[in-house]
């Protein structure tokens, strides 16, 4: 029993694995994801940006108290892009961002309804030094200041060469996402082009405080955790909009709540097919503990 169960979660696995590669695409405040290397010596991929869209900001504005959400697992594009070893390397690190553009506000569809967001508003991540506990936000800046993000951030989504929607043509996803896109980082459109080299990504985030690291040798706990903040022009803080958690085996999760990353606090991918084969089996042992931890729901 133990092994045909082990046998079909391989092969759901390998049936989700990978698919054809289609066009991939973005629009105005959909999520984007970036990866990027700086050292060639620690692996492949330092001439490379994996970027993946995450979807409109909409959908984890407003969800239930508590919600996770099962974002995909990551490994084999990291692996392919960045070498076995990206996990352990010092010199990839990950981000968000996103932005409405600078011409026009949005209107976003979440779980309670309509959120209108205004023109030059820029989403962007802030790494957690301890997994679990949520950051303070980055201030909101003058519309002068959100203008000029917000176009630098535009470029992601389309008008250059290597954005999501390039000048000519389409860009393909990878095989094993159809979100994702690798792109050489030297065209006007990547990602590392448009966050830059000085100590401002993106010309408006502290860099130092919006990278975080993949090396799990080094990240305390089971995951590495961005914040991601809402920032429309104006003054004062942003607003917090979730969680967005990595860990060493690729997958990807989102949470409303920072608590739900810290430490151990959600099971690894392992610890989900322990629990599908022991409620299969009848979970005699599962009902006596006194805590089950639920399985996130998916998108």
């Known amino acids: ?17 990978a698919h054809a590669q289609s066009a991939v695409t973005a629009t105005f405040s959909d999520i984007i994801l970036g990866f990027s290397a700086t050292n060639s010596a620690n692996g492949a991929g330092s001439d490379k940006n994996l970027e993946i869209n995450l979807g409109n900001v909409g959908h984890y504005y407003n969800l239930p108290a508590n919600t996770t959400l099962n974002l995909g697992n990551l490994r084999a594009d990291l692996e392919s892009v960045y ?41 962007g991540g802030k790494a957690e030094t301890t997994a679990g506990v949520q950051t303070t936000s980055y201030n ?18 389309t008008g250059a060469v290597g954005s999501f929607v390039p000048l000519t043509g389409t860009r393909s996803s990878t095989v094993n996402d159809s979100r994702a896109t690798v792109i050489d980082n030297t ?19 502290s860099k130092t405080l919006f990278e975080a690291s993949t090396n799990f040798t080094t990240i305390a706990g089971s995951f590495a955790v961005i914040d991601l903040f809402e920032l429309q022009p104006g003054s004062g803080a942003g607003v917090y909009r979730g969680s967005f958690a990595l860990n060493s085996d690729g997958l990807l999760q989102f949470s409303n709540n920072a608590a739900t ?10 610890a989900y097919a322990v629990l599908l084969g022991a ?3 009848g979970g005699a042992a599962l009902r006596r503990r006194k805590v089950v931890p639920a399985a996130a729901s998916t998108v």
Request: proline share 2%.
């Open 261 to 270: 990353f810290a430490l151990s606090a959600v099971p690894e991918p392992s």
């Open 279 to 281: 409620r299969a089996l």
């Open 187 to 205: 065209l006007a459109g990547s990602w590392s082009n448009k966050e830059g080299t000085n100590s401002s990504a993106f010309g408006f985030f």
């Open 83 to 123: 070498d076995l070893v990206w996990n352990s390397r010092d010199d990839l690190t990950w981000e968000l961002v996103g932005t409405t553009g600078s011409a026009t506000g949005t209107t976003l569809n979440t779980a309670t309804g309509s959120v209108s967001i205004a023109a030059k508003t820029v989403w």
């Open 140 to 157: 909101r800046a003058t519309t002068f200041t959100q203008q000029n993000a917000a176009n630098t951030i535009a470029t992601l989504y």
């Open 1 to 17: 029993m133990k092994k045909t169960l082990s046998i079909l979660l391989l092969l759901a696995c390998a049936a989700s694995a």
